[in-house]
């Protein structure tokens, strides 16, 4: 009587076992690099927000998907005028926010209006700028007028400084977002996770996944070490490059290669002294061997580029050889802008890997041609705040993520302090060209422009290095826009 029992608590042990297994399945705990500032898209810089919130909590007129196409998103639909000025949005019916309030055509107009307003703290304004009016139809119609038009508006609209917040709760989205999404936000344990957890009452395809967790791992040996452990079960953008081998010659890893819309630059502050010299902008540039610095800090992924423009574009033109690395024309170059003896100063490096170990390899090679930079490493927030808000720095290190972003160069603001009119100009071009020809080359004279005036030494495009378990179906390969979309991720069965 007793063996039999303990044979039956032995099969309710194994119940419960293979119940708790299976309902882990559900679960999800992603490594990220760095920490967001907060978690609001439409207020802030950073990629780690998009990188948490992009449609999983946070939802647009139209969304970027895994190939960098535009698909429909709140909005179903839209229809174009003939002049290319005004379009017509027929949003999706029984939407609502996460707190319980519903979408409408109201929440669109509020969002727009609000982005590119005189207060706005929106750090893509740009992506406004050609919309003149947005009107309310009825409540699940928006018209926009453009002032002109704009070959990237619905592009522009999948970003995620452009994603369709309510009033309700845009002001505590920083620590509390409420979006559309098939997830909403659970908690946030500072300096350590983030949770999101399944939307019950999203209007699309409902979520594969209950719960996810994104887990802090700045640290390129902790990250190593949890994936192996199990402790983290993917790493969309794996830091530990050298250890890369490593997790392709292990079968329950799957090891995915893929692109990014990130340009890795050394940044340099085109107003200040002796950078707003071109010749010593390009001296930098020459100073720099490229494949060095891919093998020595990214242990060779990577591709090297010539400009400010992603390789896997229709458009781009390899460059490099116009800023090869060749030391004493960079000594020769220096001399002409009258600094023979090279000069000192200061280079500002955020924590992500590229730019730390990148930064001491910069650094070395323009030692070689006399210029003595003097690394200061510097936190995300710090980065954001004393480089990118104040420009207080004279170069940097950092990778830019976001798509179709060459017209930051073209920002009278910006934090490199690049003024072209020249530019300028291609840049309002293309903008207001639709035609595919027209416009890849008009995207190639703006290349060969920035490549000639060195506004940033180019460097290489940002590989992404995804790592996660074998059994995990949905993760994207590449990164067309800054985003781990957990929409369709699933763990096989």
Sequence with gaps: MKSWKLAIAGVAISLVMSSASYAAKTDLVLGIVLEPPHLDPTAGAAAAIDEIVYANIFEGLTRIGAKGNVLPALAESWAQSEDGKLYTFKLRKDVKFHDGTSFDAGDVKFSLDRARGDKSTNAQKGLFS?????????PLTVKVALKQPSGDFLYNMGWGDAVIVAPESAGTNKDKPVGTGPFEFDSWAKGSQIVIAKNAGYWGKPALLDKAT?????????????????????FPVFPSYETIPQFQADPRFKVVIGTTEGETVL??????????????????????????????????????IGSFFPPHHPAYIDL??????????????????????????TLKLPPPTYARRGGEIIAAELREIGIEAEIIPVEWAQWLDQVFKNKDYDMTIVSHTEPNDLNIFSRDDYYFNYDSPAFKDLIKQIDATSDGVER??????AQKLLTKDVPAAFLFQLPKTGIWDAKIEGLWE????????????KWLD
């Design 320 to 345: 490099t050889a116009e800023t090869a690395y060749d030391p004493e024309f960079a000594k020769k170059l220096l001399a002409e802008a009258g600094h023979p003896d090279g000069f000192k100063t």
């Design 214 to 234: 994104f887990r802090v791992i700045p640290d390129p040996a902790a990250a190593t070490a949890a994936l192996l452990a199990g402790d983290v079960q993917a």
């Design 130 to 138: 050609a919309i003149d009016t947005v009107d309310v139809v009825d």
């Design 267 to 304: 940044g340099m502050n085109n107003k200040k002294p002796p950078f707003d010299n071109q010749k010593v902008r390009q001296a930098i540039a020459h100073a720099i061997d490229r494949k060095s610095l891919i093998d020595g800090a990214m242990f060779g992924f990577g591709t090297p």
């Design 440 to 445: 890849t080359g008009l995207y190639q004279q």
């Design 478 to 489: 590449n990164g067309p826009i800054q985003a781990n979309d957990l929409t369709a991720v």
